[in-house]
């Protein structure tokens, strides 16, 4: 619609002639960002200004009921002359009624409006006088008579369309008191879209656990309109965590009256933990809206997966600062964890927790003896006395096979962050989380920076995580060999293509894996299955056992 610099188009405001809700909808325009009035009762603007004109917030389930009963909640002039209201809008708006309820005056025949007379402008016509220049023209007004003397709110249509920033009103006087109203808004009846698109604004699929299964949801939708088909043509998703949602499916028409359903799955990808969002958007032949958008929503936690094995504790650990001897490192591994423990065992603050010296970072180095295959780990958050403090927000792991030597803050491992795997720490209680990194890394050295938090941060328990990927490894066969002097055993198991594997040995299972003899870590998988064969074994050996590791 064409912006009007003023208004041409005559209308009536026809008296008490309710809208038919059932086929359109009235909608109430927000209110002014100003209002100035030509006079108001004995100058008093708090109680008889024109912001009294939009102070009760109406819906449209309002029209049609009693106004004006409080004795101050009104606009009045003063005196039984026309009195002019600027409303400024801040930027053009478009309207095609008035909602009005008279203001109830001591006597029924006194205090109240016969008619307004309304213009609309694109230029503002300055604060309200009853000379405005605006108001030279009676032909540019919009005119009609209000003639019932109720407080009752009723809407009262335009006809046309009106366009403008600034909409004066001249409000005439139907008898001799402080002419005035109780509630003027402006208000746009629309018809009724057919077809009629009608969805929720959003849609939460609840709380799932990041191990890799899917959660699928039904969203629903349906044609409110009257007579016509909706088609949708299309559903797209965009932004946020756009990649871990797909639609499945959706219906192309829906008949009138008719609902149905968007199928959509949501898959967690791995190392994304917390809400995870992204916008549905809708294309349809919606009268009013081809375009409908909603947010959907998940919250992921960090489940544990099938066959998660934590890593033995570290030959040694040191740090670059510890709070005393009541925190010291080593009490970050004194829990011996089992994955049972994973997102159930809860640390109050009497266990012994590592604390470094003011808010970090901390580093910290853990030395596992021979290289270890790992892909996340576990933490619990150290609790001291305030629980907003003594908090790690996150942390950073470098991996190498060279001593990095003790931990202090300018290792010169540290100064490459573009080599760390960055873990945020998305809780702050005291239960032992799992925290997936999203890649897996081997090295017998890993150096940790507890980034800067508050208090004197520090964590309950560590421990690294090898997933079942990477953990469960099947050996199907197992074969002793002699050739001449050469004893042996040859190893076979299933493999995944691509990949290569370690194998390590040790004669008694009591000793620590970090501790196992490690014959290579350059076996190159043979496709869907893989053989290795030892032959070092010494004459007479009575036993050994053994391991396969997918680097």
Do not use: C
Not at 64 to 87: D, K, M, R, W
């Amino acid at each position: 619609m064409k912006p009007l610099t003023r208004s041409v188009l005559p209308a009536l405001l026809t008296l008490g002639i309710g809208v038919d809700h059932a086929s359109a909808e009235v909608v109430f325009l927000a209110d002014p960002t100003t209002a100035t009035a030509s006079t108001s009762f004995a100058g008093d603007l708090p109680n008889w200004g024109p912001a009294r004109l939009y102070d009760a917030n109406p819906v449209e389930a309002d029209l049609e009921t009693l106004f004006g009963t409080g004795s101050t909640q009104q606009y009045a002039g003063t005196g039984a002359t026309p009195h002019v209201i600027v409303y400024d809008f801040g930027s053009a708006v478009t309207f095609n009624g008035v909602a009005y309820s008279q203001r109830a005056g001591a006597s029924a025949a006194l205090d109240k409006v016969q008619s307004i007379d309304i213009w609309v402008s694109d230029t503002d016509p300055g604060a309200a006088t009853t000379d405005l220049p605006i108001l030279s023209d009676p032909a540019d007004a919009n005119t009609g008579l209000l003639l019932t003397a109720d407080t009752t709110f009723r809407n009262y249509t335009l006809g046309p369309d009106l366009t403008g920033r600034w909409v004066v009103f001249r409000l005439n006087p139907a008898g001799g008191g402080n002419t005035g109203g109780s509630e003027l808004q402006l208000t746009l009846d629309t018809a009724p879209a057919d077809p009629d698109l009608a969805a929720p604004g959003g849609f939460d699929f609840g709380i799932v656990a990041e191990d890799g299964s899917s959660l699928q949801g039904q969203f629903p939708i349906s044609n409110v309109g009257a007579t016509q088909t909706l088609n949708i043509s299309g559903v797209t998703l965009t932004g946020g965590d756009a990649g871990s949602f797909a639609v499945t499916s959706f219906p192309a028409t829906l008949a009138p009256g008719a609902a149905g359903q968007i199928v959509i799955d949501f898959t967690p990808q791995l190392g994304q933990t917390g809400l995870r969002s992204t916008t549905m958007v809708i294309a349809s032949d919606d009268t009013n809206s081809a375009q409908t958008s909603v947010v959907l929503s998940v919250q992921v936690t960090a489940g544990v997966p099938a066959g998660l094995e934590l890593l033995p504790d570290p030959n040694a650990i040191t740090v670059s600062t510890f709070f005393d001897a009541g925190f010291a490192p080593e009490f970050l591994y004194d829990a011996n964890l089992t994955a049972g423990d994973i997102e159930t065992l809860n640390f109050d603050d009497q266990d012994p927790q590592y604390a470094g010296i003011g808010p970090g970072p901390h580093v910290i180095v853990l030395d596992y003896g021979s290289p270890v295959v790992f892909d996340g780990f576990v933490y619990a958050q150290r609790i001291g006395g305030n629980p907003a403090l003594d908090k790690t927000p996150g942390l950073e792991l470098w991996v190498t096979d060279t001593d990095p030597s003790a931990a202090a803050l300018d290792l010169p491992i540290l100064s490459n962050p573009a080599d760390a795997t960055v873990a945020d720490l998305t809780t702050t209680d005291s239960i032992l989380h799992y925290y997936p990194l999203g890649t897996t890394l081997t090295g017998r050295y890993v150096v940790i920076r507890l980034q800067q938090g508050n208090g004197n941060p520090g964590g309950t328990e560590f421990n690294l995580t090898r997933s079942g990927s990477l953990a469960e490894l099947r050996i199907t066969g197992v074969t002793y060999f002699e050739v001449g002097a050469v004893q042996g055993v040859q190893l076979t198991w299933d493999s995944v293509p691509g990949a290569s594997y370690t194998v390590r040995r040790n004669p008694d299972l009591d000793i620590p894996f970090s501790q196992w003899e490690e014959l290579t870590d350059e076996v190159q998988s043979g496709g869907a299955e893989t053989t290795y064969q030892d032959d070092t074994l010494a004459q007479g050996t009575p036993r050994m056992f053994y391991k396969v590791m997918q680097n």
